[in-house]
T-cell receptor, first 114, second 111 residues
Framework: DAEITQSPRHKITETGRQVTLACHQT?????MFWYRQDLGHGLRLIHYSYGVQDTNKGEVSDGYSVSRSNTEDLPLTLESAASSQTSVYFC?????????????FGPGTRLTVT | GEDVEQSLFLSVREGDSSVINCTYTDSSSTYLYWYKQEPGAGLQLLTY?????DMKQDQRLTVLLNKKDKHLSLRIADTQTGDSAIYFCAPGAGGGNKLTFGTGTQLKVEL
């Protein structure tokens, strides 16, 4: 079955370290998204991509970067981790040629920055 | 950008109806989604409505859309303990493009 996976599921890191969160989908979807979830803020869009070599900033992109070298993967990098980036991170993908245009979500990565 | 507002908490008794409300600002939203998040999991699509519809019914779920007031609601009939979750409203332009999610409403179902 096609799926979307995230790794690691849990990560503890120190302030100032570079961290990369992986997202891999097997649906061959062109569209991929990264969100962070914080209490009282819901899901906020960090970065998104509509295809290989395409990346766009979302509403909370400062301190994060992404690259899209193939259809299946959209890794999220925190250049220099800060305590404010402690959060749960979700990756999602969607098919722009679908009917409902549903976004399919991964299980999430819980990141703690100490 | 789009603003999407939801109340944070809702508590109902098992068997009662639940109504979760959402207001949004972008009148060009074409698809309006409701996602459900169970504890420790990612979001899953619950239902959605096209902007040219006023109502959509899907088993125990009823979605109402008031485009004039930019108000969306989700009614769950005969609410069960398994419905306890966080519910997110997300208006979008369709095409699988980016969505703006509301803050989420945590539904607690009490016996």
């Amino acid at each position: 079955d096609a799926e979307i996976t995230q790794s690691p599921r849990h990560k503890i890191t120190e302030t100032g370290r570079q961290v990369t969160l992986a997202c891999h989908q097997t649906w061959n979807h062109n569209n991929m998204f990264w969100y962070r979830q914080d209490l009282g803020h819901g899901l906020r869009l960090i970065h998104y991509s509509y295809g290989v070599q395409d990346t766009n900033k979302g509403e909370v992109s400062d301190g994060y970067s992404v690259s899209r070298s193939n259809t299946e993967d959209l890794p999220l990098t925190l250049e220099s981790a800060a305590s404010s980036q402690t959060s749960v991170y979700f990756c999602a993908s969607s098919d722009p040629s679908g009917t409902s245009y549903e976004q399919y979500f991964g299980p999430g990565t819980r990141l703690t920055v100490t | 950008g789009e603003d999407v507002e939801q109340s944070l908490f809702l508590s109902v008794r098992e068997g009662d109806s639940s109504v979760i409300n959402c207001t949004y600002t972008d009148s060009s939203s074409t698809y309006l989604y409701w996602y459900k998040q169970e504890p420790g999991a990612g979001l899953q699509l619950l239902t959605y409505i096209f902007s040219n519809m006023d109502m959509k019914q899907d088993q125990r779920l009823t979605v109402l859309l008031n485009k004039k007031d930019k108000h969306l609601s989700l009614r769950i009939a005969d609410t069960q303990t398994g419905d306890s979750a966080i519910y997110f409203c997300a208006p979008g332009a369709g095409g699988g493009n980016k969505l703006t999610f509301g803050t989420g409403t945590q539904l607690k179902v009490e016996l």
